[in-house]
């Protein structure tokens, strides 16, 4: 299984300003992916980071808005940009094993806009 | 596109008394199915996950889970519900290959009373 640290594990930020949570894995994986928890909802897929390019992002999200790095096989971070309320979430990190065929999920970042 | 429904949004039953969460899903392809759990503060954790075969797939703690393809549903059981079950119950669906880009359910939240 793979282990994920997730940081920060909760933030309470400004409007205007940005966040960027750090992803940590604790063996090499070829698949990542954030994604997002609003406050009762469901867990939706934000992009996949991938590695020494640019993050393939869902429908509905931009990467001026939420800027994706991974520059290696083990982390990766995502920044939410000129946030506000409406950002409040919780901001997951996943991992996606081949050989378990299971996706593992970090502890997830709680984010508040005030 | 793909879908999955938890119709029950909350759930209450006494500990020991036996628990069955709905979900339907809605999937162009044969679909791989996943029931995750959110505990406060948590990461998700996998229940248990279905690829083929037998329909009937027993996962961690003493869950299981049915696909009955003809309903289009992979419900979640327990025979006997424990105070540590309480928690939010994630069912998801994933492409051919596992648990990368899931699509979520909007989950159903257990409450066990004593």
């Known amino acids: 299984s793979a282990v994920i640290s997730q940081k920060p594990s909760r933030d309470i930020c400004q409007r205007g300003t940005s966040l960027t949570i750090q992803c940590q894995v604790d063996?090499?994986?070829?698949?990542m992916f954030w994604y997002r928890q609003q406050p009762g909802q469901s867990l939706t897929l934000i992009a996949t980071?991938?590695?020494?390019?640019?993050?393939?992002?869902e429908s509905g999200f931009v990467i001026d808005k939420f800027p994706i790095s991974r520059p290696n096989l083990t982390f990766s971070t995502l920044t939410v940009s000129n946030m506000s309320p409406e950002d409040s979430s919780i901001y997951l990190c996943?991992?996606?094993?081949?050989?378990?065929?299971?996706?593992?999920f970090g502890q997830g970042t709680r984010l508040t806009v005030v | 596109a793909q879908s999955v429904t938890q119709p029950d949004i909350h759930i209450t039953v006494s500990e020991g008394a036996s628990l069955e969460l709905r979900c339907n899903y809605s999937?162009?392809?044969?679909?791989?199915l996943f029931w995750y759990v959110q505990s406060p503060g948590q990461g998700l954790q996998l229940l248990l996950k279905?690829?083929?075969?037998?329909?009937l797939v027993q996962g961690i703690k003493g869950f299981e889970a049915e696909f009955k393809r003809s309903q289009s549903s992979f419900n979640l059981r327990k025979p006997s519900v424990h105070w540590s079950d309480a928690a939010e119950y994630f069912c998801a669906v994933g492409p051919m290959g596992g648990g990368n880009k899931l699509t979520f359910g909007t989950g159903t939240q257990l409450k066990v009373e004593l």
């Open positions: 279905y690829f083929s075969g037998d329909t």
């Open positions: 996943s991992v996606y094993s081949l050989m378990n065929t299971e996706a593992f």
């Open positions: 980071a991938n590695q020494g390019s640019e993050a393939t992002y």
């Open positions: 999937y162009g392809a044969t679909p791989y």
């Open positions: 063996s090499q994986v070829t698949m």
